[in-house]
């Protein structure tokens, strides 16, 4: 059974960078055949794609958020990790790792860590 | 500003069915069978119900299914059930440099 688990801070300061880590358990990121994947959710709003990465490294941003968005690959560790930075209010969110395939499918999801963004 | 548009809420009585539509353009929805429609309970992680348009994944009861004519997707849900009543988020791959994009949400309530 393939589990992921999102590790970080809860709290960060404005104008910081968010830094979370996937723990991925029942799937080997390095076999390839899926993309690894971060998405948010602000309270009581929807869910945002912020970006994903393969076992080779290369990586795919959402366009709103490239400029400040970094993921990144440990296939030593099994995990994944997401870099957001200079981070406002607006970047308070619950946010998810996740398993997806090429088209688009979001078979396994972390439970979500929910990151809040006050000074 | 979602990119699939969803009803923000439906409701139904137990035992009835019930559909939600999702509504996109050419570049997603329209161009491509690779709709997807997810569950979510309050304070949990959304869980895959259906993928490409009209397919279950292993676990996911019969009594949900996908179709998609045109430019929209819509998931029914059929002899509803008390726990059925969650969010639920459809989305579309697409061809535009986003990659993959979701609907709203849209609030089932069982009544």
């Known amino acids: 059974q393939v589990q992921l688990q999102e590790s970080g801070p809860g709290l960060v300061k404005p104008s910081q960078t968010l830094s979370l880590t996937c723990t991925v358990s029942?799937?080997?990121?390095?076999?390839?055949?899926?993309?690894w994947s971060w998405i948010r959710q602000p309270a009581g709003k929807g869910l945002e794609w912020i970006g994903r990465i393969y076992t080779t490294g290369s990586t795919n941003y959402n366009p709103s958020l490239k400029s400040r968005v970094t993921i990144s690959v440990d296939t030593s560790k099994n995990q994944f990790s997401l870099k957001l930075s200079s981070v406002t209010a607006a970047d308070t969110a619950v946010y998810y790792c996740?398993?997806?395939?090429?088209?688009?499918?979001?078979?396994?999801w972390g439970q979500g860590t929910l990151v809040t963004v006050s000074s | 500003q979602s990119a699939l548009t969803q009803p923000a809420s439906v409701s139904g009585s137990p035992g009835q069915s019930i559909t939600i539509s999702c509504t996109g353009t050419?570049?997603?929805?329209?161009?491509?069978?690779?709709v997807s429609w997810y569950q979510q309970h309050p304070g949990k992680a959304p869980k895959l119900m259906i993928y490409?348009?009209?397919n279950r994944p292993s676990g996911v009861s019969n009594r949900f299914s996908g179709s998609k004519s045109g430019n929209t997707a819509s998931l029914t849900i059929s002899g509803l059930q008390a726990e059925d009543e969650a969010d639920y988020y459809c989305s579309s791959f697409t061809t535009t440099s986003i990659f993959v994009v979701f609907g709203g949400g849209t609030k089932l309530t069982v009544l």
């Open positions: 050419s570049s997603d929805v329209g161009g491509y069978d690779y």
């Open positions: 490409d348009v009209n």
């Open positions: 029942g799937a080997s990121i390095s076999s390839g055949g899926y993309y």
């Open positions: 996740a398993r997806v395939t090429a088209t688009g499918i979001f078979g396994y």
